[in-house]
């Protein structure tokens, strides 16, 4: 049997989507044996990978980084999705051209893109020649703006009209996959004059559920996994800023939280999380406060864990409803995602 050659692209911002890639990939190799995968990635995510013993292509080095523009657009708390485009834009250019390079160099029966929308957009556009069969994952349909400023609402629209448009059940072997159930898609229009983001996804995504790199019913026992990490049998609170380099402000809310906290739970332990993206030297650790860099596995701590406080998007609210654990959740302001999405998407969908 010939093998299956694999470019697996994991392209996002934070760490979310890697570790939902790892499980992606992880099954593929399940269900077949003889596949190959080679990873273009950057960042956390290359880190992340590199850490796990997964094979990257050279050009992985040169893979232009979209946590750099994520870190230029925010300001304090807030991201907007119109200011990290327009710092982005550059990069995915780039982007697009090295990709091109890849497909010159390599044979790959198969591409896999994890919102490298950048990549999508070109397998759409790019007339002719030899293209592997191309698979992009989603987990949100459309863009929505979060201003009322004219030029970005503008901006979000022709964005829209052109996701909406590209003609993507049209290009030969090109297939979509949604991280999430028909009613994580707001049954509402694109945008002015344009299609309905339900309708279409229905009409051109495959739905998965949702996908986690852990089975919840291993991590049932508390006390077992709090052994196992080093905890004691003293309440557990895990704050997080999630894998993108947006955050730090949010670990130092709980760090001054942390006395007035303990005030009425003596024998409070928290743990600060600051992912790849936060120097932990910047965090005051202190008396029953401990800060960690890249934690793997950060699940098994939320597992572990009385309660979370988190500013991770879905994945990090999909793994804690999963595992059944409470968090207090601070989206970034200005982020449509994890201020509209997230809140009626994954966590009440798991629950329900």
């Known amino acids: 049997m010939r093998t299956l050659n694999v470019l697996y692209i994991s392209g996002s911002v934070g760490l979310g989507h890697d570790t939902r890639d790892m499980a992606i990939a992880n099954e593929l190799r399940r269900v077949c044996k003889d596949v190959e995968i080679g990873w273009l990635a950057s960042g956390s995510a290359k880190m992340l990978l590199e850490e796990r013993g997964e094979t990257l292509l050279e050009e992985s080095d040169s893979y232009y980084d979209v946590n750099e523009a994520a870190r230029s657009a925010a300001k304090g708390t807030s991201l907007n999705l119109f200011r990290y485009g327009k710092r982005a834009a550059k990069g995915w250019l780039h982007n ?33 020649g030899r293209r592997p069969v191309f698979v992009e994952i989603v987990d949100f349909i459309g863009f929505e703006p979060m201003s009322g400023r004219p030029a970005e609402r503008l901006q979000l629209w022709v964005m ?23 009613d994580d898609v707001p049954d509402e229009r694109f945008g002015l004059l344009l299609p309905r983001k339900r309708e279409y996804a229905n009409l051109r995504c495959t739905f998965l559920g949702y996908v986690l790199g852990f089975e919840p019913e291993d991590y049932k026992n508390r006390d077992e996994i709090k052994n196992r990490l080093g905890y004691g049998k003293e309440p557990l609170v895990v704050c997080s800023s999630g894998g993108s380099p947006i955050g730090a402000e ?52 939320f597992a572990a864990s009385d309660i979370a406080v988190v500013q991770g998007g879905g994945s990090t609210t999909l793994e804690l409803t999963a595992l059944q654990r409470p968090f207090i959740y601070f989206p970034l302001e200005d982020h449509f995602e994890q201020q509209r999405l997230v809140p009626r998407g994954f966590c009440g969908t798991v629950r329900g």
């Open 160 to 182: 829209n009209r052109v996701w909406s448009g590209t003609g993507k059940t049209h290009v030969p072997g090109y297939h979509t996959l949604f991280v999430g159930e028909p």
């Open 250 to 301: 949010l670990l130092r809310l709980c760090r001054s939280a942390y006395p007035l906290i303990r005030r009425r739970v003596p024998n409070l332990r928290m743990v600060l999380v600051c992912g790849p993206g936060i120097s932990p030297e910047g965090i005051e650790s202190g008396e029953g406060v401990t800060v960690k860099g890249f934690v793997p596995n950060l699940y098994e701590h």
């Open 96 to 128: 697009i051209a090295l990709f091109k390079k890849i497909l010159s160099r390599y044979s790959f029966d198969l591409v896999v893109a994890d919102e490298a929308y950048e990549i999508s957009y070109y397998i759409c556009k790019a007339k002719g």
